[in-house]
């Protein structure tokens, strides 16, 4: 059996609406999840992606067993999440960007000796955890410092060292690089991609940072409206998109679309105009054609980026 | 242990606010001055007033001022950081560790509460007895059994402070609860005036509810008005309290579990 294993998931949220100006209130069902299907292995690292409200963060929270599913199967580490949420708690770590669970009052270390405590982390473990999480994510000298007074990233890695310290076997990061600069992001993946190799934890992730998906995940998870439109390795994802590549041309002056056999126009801004033509045809008689016919300031080839792709698969609904 | 470290942490914790502190143990000494002219005009008039002689009155003003905040009368103490919780959605990720809500804060307010009993409870006490004639625990076993009152005490405000946090799971803030509950708090406890002193059906009322526990048990055992059986039922009656109401927060506990687990908060 699977480590997480998703199958048929499923959660509806019943919401009540006012209606004409507050005088009716109507009971409206909102499908966050559905027909959720996945399955992922000890060891993997991956990225569940979608765009705001897709039903990402409702995922991981039916994982973690914070939320009960409506309908469907779901197992972690053999146990169900919600019915075993206190045995399966020992089990994995979690980390939600937007939130915290160290104790704003008290210093990093008090935090991290009270979870010692409810966890009953040996104490050799806990030394010698804290000390690895403390040096990787640089936070030695944030110890002694009350939560409340440390930076967004600082707290970011408190709060990944909080998740970590009981050994987890998965990880669940949910937004871990919001708000963090680009040095910070960059250390962070370093210490998720180590920790992934080492320990061999299981590291599921959502972010709407692509470029924490490229560093750190094989797999990809794309969710839209509730349901997966996309699941397997990154190169896959890339390749979907990749049926098309974009010509960027700069006119001396504005002009209307231009036509060309073999391109497209998709966009135009003043004298630039973006033509897409298909990935594995030859760009130079689309550039011949342009360049004899308009007048040509500048000329560029985009590849297909994953981002595009992405917005391609989410505008499109589905593979 | 867990909830002792928890305890020590609280205690820690508060104690960083040091200037906040002595405001208080001002404030306090203040209104005990005060009231302690006000109950001797009035115990003059009638010197036997609720069964109290004058000393017993100022005595009685005095051990109100210092459990005020020991007991967090008017609310709040470690329960504020629930409903801070609560409100910002926080909560869903306690509910998740391996330690259930209502004794990690209890454990928790019974440190800030041991906090506040030496700086906020002893430092008024210490200036009641220099100004004024204060009486002191009758025996041993007065004090013995203050000591446990004082205990109860605080475990009877806590449940009741954590109903009120919770109440912030359904009304997303738990301010309007607070003020109700604290107005109630004030008059029911004997903080504004002994409960001996309340007439007729209002004191038996007064007298049965769970706001008693706060300073009018703890006080009469101090004076040495409960002794032997009556000691034990007073302390009783507290535990009666601490026993409904930690069922009352169990359950709320659970519904409000229920709502954010399966509803979705
Ligand atoms: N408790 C709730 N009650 C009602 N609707 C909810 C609740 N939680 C989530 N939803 C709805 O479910 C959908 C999925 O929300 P979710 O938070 O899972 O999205 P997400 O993929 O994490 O989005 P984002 O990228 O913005 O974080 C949204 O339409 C949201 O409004
Ligand atoms: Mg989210």
Redesign the interface.
């Known amino acids: 059996m699977s480590l997480i294993d998703v199958r048929d998931l499923e959660?509806t949220?019943?919401v009540r609406r006012k209606v004409d100006g507050g005088r009716r209130r109507v009971r409206d069902e909102v499908r966050a999840v559905h027909d959720l299907t996945f399955a992922i292995e000890p060891g993997e690292m991956v990225g569940y992606i979608g765009p705001n409200g897709a039903g990402k963060s409702t995922t991981i929270?039916m994982l973690?067993?914070?939320?009960?599913p409506t309908g469907g199967h779901l197992r972690v580490a053999g146990l169900d999440p919600?019915r075993d949420?206190?045995a399966?708690?020992?089990r994995i770590g979690?980390v939600?960007g937007q939130?915290?669970?160290l104790?704003?009052?008290?210093p990093l270390r008090?935090s991290f000796?009270?979870l010692q405590?409810?966890?009953r982390i040996p104490p050799a473990r806990f030394r010698a955890n804290l000390e690895r999480f403390v040096e990787l994510l640089d936070l030695r000298d944030q110890l002694d410092t009350p939560v409340r007074q440390l930076s967004l990233g600082q707290r970011m890695r408190g709060d990944i060292t909080a998740a970590l310290l009981h050994d987890p076997e998965i990880l669940y990061l949910d937004e871990p690089t919001i708000g963090l600069d680009v040095v910070s992001k960059g250390r962070l993946r370093e210490f998720l991609r180590a920790l992934n190799a080492e320990r061999g934890t299981t590291l599921v992730l959502t972010t709407h940072d692509l470029q924490d998906i490229e560093a750190l995940c094989d797999r990809v998870l794309v969710i839209d409206h509730g349901t997966a439109v996309f699941d397997g390795p990154l190169p896959a994802l890339q390749a979907q998109g990749g049926s098309t590549r974009t010509l960027v041309v700069d006119l001396v002056d504005e002009a209307p679309a231009i036509e060309v056999p073999g391109a497209v126009v998709r966009r135009v801004e003043g004298p630039r105009q973006w033509l897409s033509f298909p990935a594995e045809a030859s760009a130079a008689p689309i550039v011949a054609a342009v360049a004899a016919s308009y007048d040509v300031a500048d000329l560029s080839i985009q590849e297909p980026d994953i981002e595009e792709v992405i917005r391609d698969l989410y505008s499109r609904g589905g593979v | 242990m867990l909830y002792v470290a928890i305890a020590t942490r609280a205690f820690r914790r508060y104690s960083t606010y040091r200037a906040a502190t002595i405001a208080g143990i001002f404030t306090n000494s203040v209104f005990g001055v005060i009231y302690s002219y006000a109950y001797l005009a009035l115990w003059d008039e009638n010197p036997t007033a609720g069964g109290y002689d004058a000393t017993d009155a100022v005595t009685y003003v005095w051990l109100g001022q210092a459990l005020l905040m020991t007991i967090a009368l008017w609310g709040g103490g470690t329960t504020d950081d629930l409903a801070e919780r609560i409100r910002t959605g926080d909560v869903a990720i306690d509910l998740y560790r391996p330690v259930g809500l209502v004794g990690w804060y209890l454990a928790s307010d019974l440190g800030r509460a041991a906090y506040h009993f030496l700086t906020r409870g002893i430092g008024p006490t210490v200036i009641g007895l220099v100004v004024f004639d204060i009486r002191l625990p009758a025996g041993p076993a007065a004090a013995a059994g203050f000591a446990v009152s004082l205990v109860l005490a605080v475990v009877v405000s806590f449940t009741i402070r954590f109903l009120v946090a919770s109440s912030a799971f359904w009304l997303l803030d738990q301010s309007g609860v607070k003020v109700m509950s604290g107005a109630f708090a004030i008059f029911f406890s004997g903080m504004m005036l002994p409960l001996v002193l309340f007439p007729g059906w209002l004191g038996t009322l007064a007298n049965a509810l769970p706001w008693a526990s706060y300073i009018q048990v703890p006080a009469d055992i101090w004076l040495g008005k409960h002794t032997g059986g009556d000691l034990l039922a007073a302390l009783g009656f507290q535990v009666f309290w601490i026993v409904v109401l930690l069922g009352c927060c169990h359950a709320v506990l659970r519904a409000a579990t229920r709502k954010v687990v399966v509803q979705g908060g």
Do not use: C, H, P, Q
């Open positions: 959660r949220f019943v929270k973690t067993g914070i939320l009960v919600s949420r206190v399966l708690a020992r979690v939600f939130r915290t669970t104790w704003w009052d008290l008090d000796e009270l405590k409810m966890y």
